[in-house]
């Protein structure tokens, strides 16, 4: 059995294990949220005080025996990444059976994902043009699920000896805050520069705001402010992935998501 796979199936052991105490999905979800406010809390400040209250509060529902599984969780998460980039949480996620058949909530298979990435990459040489100009590719996840797509995307880039490390920056919103959570983590632990939203791409409206260690140890805000912005084409020439505008409760040091110009897009 590949490393990566033993990790999944170490961590769908944790969650039978403890899932005949708790309802499975709030479990997940739970767990997905208290390993997000882990990372987030290690980073940005402004959030931590009100994302330490809610993670004493969901800690709080559960007993010891379960409130240990979180972190074992975790770090099995973690290897599975180390071992092998991919969507290990969107694995995991059709693996329990908790996705939202009624929403829609069809995770896309890491495979065809990759495909994907590499026919928006191509040969690489937009994206370096774009690099030696700027010195960063930016991406745009209007539903980013788990963050597949940005993942294969990583990958695609990394295969074509592009550090997306330093050179490619996300921003991802989905409207499930579960999905937030997972795609969060999955950016975090593979240190991909990304702004990611709670919110709805077309209605623009945003709830959340999470930002991975490489964005804030990266200072892309700063980064991202000294770009010139691109001048927003006319709503009928936008092509099909649409940026969500930040709510007035965007952080004041924190760019707002830009009119996509000439980025590359993951559709």
């Not at 039978?16 to 882990?38: N, P, Q, T, V």
């Not at 599984?69 to 991919?86: C, D, K, S, Y």
């Not at 983590?185 to 919110?199: E, N, T, W």
């Amino acid at each position: 059995m590949p490393p990566q796979d033993r990790h999944i199936r170490n961590v769908l052991k944790l969650f039978d294990a403890h899932g005949y105490r708790h309802d499975r999905y709030s479990l997940f979800s739970d767990c997905m949220e208290l390993c997000a406010i882990s990372i987030s809390n290690s980073v940005d400040s402004r959030s931590r005080t009100d994302r330490e209250a809610r993670y004493l509060e969901i800690v709080g529902r559960y007993d010891r025996p379960t409130v240990e599984m979180f972190p074992q969780v975790f770090a099995e998460i973690t290897l599975a990444l180390e071992a092998a980039p991919g969507d290990v949480l969107g694995s995991i996620f059709t693996a329990l059976e908790i996705h939202n058949k009624n929403r829609g909530q069809f995770f896309t298979p890491y495979p065809v994902c990759q495909m994907m990435a590499e026919i928006t990459l191509g040969n690489a040489d937009d994206a370096r043009a774009l690099i030696a100009d700027k010195g960063f590719v930016s991406a745009m996840e209007p539903a980013c699920g788990a963050g597949a797509m940005v993942i294969a995307l990583a990958q695609a880039m990394l295969a074509a000896d592009i550090n997306y490390q330093r050179h490619l920056h996300v921003t991802a919103v989905d409207i499930d805050s579960r999905a937030v959570h997972m795609a969060y983590i999955q950016f975090s632990l593979l240190h991909i520069p990304a702004h990611v939203m709670v919110g709805n791409s077309l209605s623009n409206e945003v709830r959340e705001h999470w930002f991975t260690p490489a964005h804030i140890l990266g200072g892309w805000g700063a980064k991202l402010a000294a770009q010139p912005r691109a001048a927003e084409p006319p709503a009928r020439s936008l092509p099909q992935t649409t940026v969500a505008r930040p709510s007035p409760r965007m952080p004041a040091r924190e760019p707002q998501p830009r009119a996509i110009g000439e980025q590359l897009t993951l559709f």
